[in-house]
């Protein structure tokens, strides 16, 4: 158990002018209920789900059409139905908050300065794309597919698509031709929209063929889009238009207008990783995910009216659409094309210096990178507006946390935060009204009815076990995309725990409702019969600064005894030599205890990711156990193949029941 240190408390006049505050007092004098603290409102959040959500309801005022009938119906997931009746715009809540007072969008790359997109610019472009879907013949209901970096005009792509009901698909294009088409050939999209490329880390990568290839695998397009983004002055490959003609062509100052769908209507398809199997087309709702940000946003992540917000991530991942959500609550999102450590780790901090940023977000791997390298941002730069910093991703060490403090700056508001594609947003996270405990998530986020469950299946209130959600979010997904007798969407989540949401995480949960995430169920460690986090171990290794990444299993053997090895990348220079074996061990037996010291310590060059960022355990796993390559995994969607196929080698030479002889 993690001993409680805290590193940062809210002051009084932080929590009372906290947007949860403003909640809290809204549903004293409004709704006539008081709560004594945080713990309190959180029950009631989950004991009352639809006085709860039909609050929020209220207190953002959505707008809408139609009448309201219902909030809830059933909660034996995943067979329920939200708000019934009701027809919602997520776009129409974005452009709620025009104005000529600040931007709606900035933008930042590693070839270009700043730039401010107005409001006007906006809507005009918005306006214009919405034309040309409209005039060819999209509508509600249709797919639109797009391989599209993090600019402003990816951005106006999807509003214009949101705004006519048009439901939005998008992947990175660092992402593979065959892991794209894997993707967007399950959705049958009528128009796709592609790039010349993209630039990352000091690099322009050429994806025209790549965007061509992809179009011509899906046999539905009948509309194609091509972005200049690289070369604005290159001519479009014959057969598509061009992103900016069309632009330009149909921007006739007419008002956006905006079309109003059922509450459950799909907005978007995201995908999930599809490392061992095709990927899950998840498809959320325009109002689920339009509630759901709202709260996340504005009462958890406490994002205000006017400020600015960033979080660093690719179109391929959902941070891009929590990134965006930013402006349902009236902030401005920073877009950040490229590399976040080119042309050095600072490259993030100095912007955010620039730009007076007060809510920056990034990853667990990005952190610890800046600690290992000992770089120090609040030195250097003048972070005086920053108020939070998010991380996701992967759980966050003890260590960042320090280094954060540290570094940054005593002032911060840390907000580790864990959710996922699934529900894009977090279950857990920030929270204004409590404090930042060293290595611990803060809260449960208001309704979210998470527990830990025991292994025989019994909620704990505290303690360890397997992440569980009791009852229905509305963000949770509608459907999977031609899964129409829901047997993807069961499996995926409902078929260990009947009526309840088994998301995959192994948990800790502390009796002041703070949390961590202790890496995921299926990668836990069953050492001896007691199940440990893998996330435990990692966190001890990011002490060492001489490592810099690493891997860890445990392997049933045949005569019923288990063998765990730990695999290390080690910063250049670094050689695995006796007496550095043994500082890992002694570090993993202080630090945890003794079940978490590996049987073999093996240097490897890298350690292999999914294109979303997740770390491989389980193909590895597989392929140590004498799984073939291709069964364990697909290849395009690994970001680093070639670090599986060391793995692969390493089975071949050793089979997974004489691993020790290594």
């Not at 087309?281 to 205000?304: C, M, P």
Request: hydrophobic residues 40%.
């Amino acid at each position: 158990m993690r001993e409680e240190v805290i590193l940062w408390k809210p002051e009084e006049a932080f929590k009372a002018n906290s947007n949860l505050h403003h909640y809290i007092e809204w549903l004293r004098t409004d709704k006539d209920l008081s709560f004594e603290d945080y713990a309190s409102l959180w029950w009631w959040s989950i004991e009352n789900i639809a006085d709860f959500w039909k609050s929020l309801w209220q207190y953002f005022d959505i707008q809408y059409s139609g009448h309201l009938s219902f909030v809830l119906q059933g909660e034996n997931m995943p067979a329920v139905e939200w708000f019934g009746g009701v027809k919602v715009n997520y776009a129409e809540h974005i452009f709620r908050h025009q104005s000529d007072q600040r931007p709606a969008l900035l933008y930042g790359s590693e070839r270009h300065a700043i730039q401010s997109i107005s409001w006007s610019e906006l809507e005009r472009k918005v306006s214009a794309l919405r034309k040309y879907f409209k005039d060819h013949g999209l509508k509600p209901g249709d797919r639109i597919a797009a391989y599209l970096p993090n600019t402003p005009e990816t951005i106006m792509a999807f509003l214009a698509a949101n705004s006519l009901g048009v439901i939005w698909s998008c992947c990175s294009p660092d992402f593979g031709s065959k892991t794209v088409i894997d993707r967007f050939a399950q959705i049958d999209p009528v128009c796709f929209i592609g790039v010349d490329g993209y630039a990352y880390n000091g690099k322009v990568y050429d994806r025209k063929s790549e965007t061509l290839s992809i179009a011509d695998a899906l046999d539905g397009v009948r509309t194609k889009l091509f972005f200049n983004h690289l070369y604005p002055a290159q001519s479009e490959p014959e057969g598509w238009s061009s992103l900016s003609h069309v632009i330009d062509e149909n921007s006739d100052g007419s008002v956006l207008e905006f079309e109003r769908l059922p509450f459950s209507a799909p907005i978007w398809i995201l995908f999930s990783s599809g490392t061992t199997g095709k990927p899950k087309a998840i498809t959320h709702s325009h109002g689920g995910v339009l509630l759901e940000h709202l709260k996340y946003l504005h009462l958890h992540n406490d994002v205000r009216q006017g400020e600015t917000f960033f979080w660093y991530t690719t179109t391929g991942w959902m941070m891009w659409n929590f990134l965006q959500a930013s402006m349902l609550v009236g902030a401005t999102p920073l877009l950040y094309e490229g590399s976040p450590g080119y042309p050095n780790l600072n490259r993030l901090w100095k912007l955010a210096d620039e730009i007076d940023l007060n809510h920056f977000g990034t990853s667990a791997p990005f952190l610890i990178a800046c600690k290992n390298l000992q770089i120090s941002p609040g030195r250097d730069y003048d972070l005086g507006t920053l108020r939070s910093i998010g991380s996701t991703g992967s759980p966050l060490p003890a260590e960042a946390f320090d280094w954060v403090y540290a570094e940054v700056g005593t002032h911060i508001w840390l907000c580790s935060m864990s959710g996922g594609t699934d529900v894009c947003t977090a279950f857990v996270g920030g929270n204004p009204y409590l404090p930042v405990q060293r290595g611990r998530i803060q809260s449960r986020a208001l309704g979210c009815a998470l527990f830990p469950y025991a292994d025989d299946g019994s909620r704990l209130n505290t303690g360890i076990g397997e992440m569980i959600i009791e009852k229905p979010m509305p963000s949770m997904p509608v459907k999977f995309w031609n899964d129409p007798q829901q047997q993807r969407l069961r499996a995926s989540y409902y078929k260990d725990f009947p009526g309840k949401w088994r998301h995959g995480d192994f948990i800790q949960l502390y009796e002041d409702g703070s949390l961590e995430i202790l890496g995921r169920s299926d990668a836990t460690l069953n050492r001896k019969g007691v199940r440990i986090g893998t996330a435990e171990i990692y966190a001890a290794l990011d002490a060492i600064n001489e490592i810099k990444d690493a891997l860890v299993l445990n392997l049933d053997k045949k005569n019923g005894d288990d063998f765990m090895p730990l695999f290390v990348q080690l910063t250049p220079g670094t050689e695995l030599v006796d007496s550095f074996i043994e500082e890992i061990r002694t570090t993993l037996r202080l630090s945890c205890s003794p079940r978490h010291v590996p049987d073999i310590v093996l240097a490897v060059p890298d350690i292999p990711y999914t294109l979303s960022g997740k770390k491989m355990e389980i193909p590895v796993k597989k392929i140590l156990q004498g799984v073939s390559l291709e069964q364990s995994a697909q290849k395009d969607a690994v970001r680093n193949p070639a670090a599986l196929e060391y793995f692969r080698d390493l089975a071949e030479a050793f089979s997974a029941q004489h691993l020790s002889r290594l």
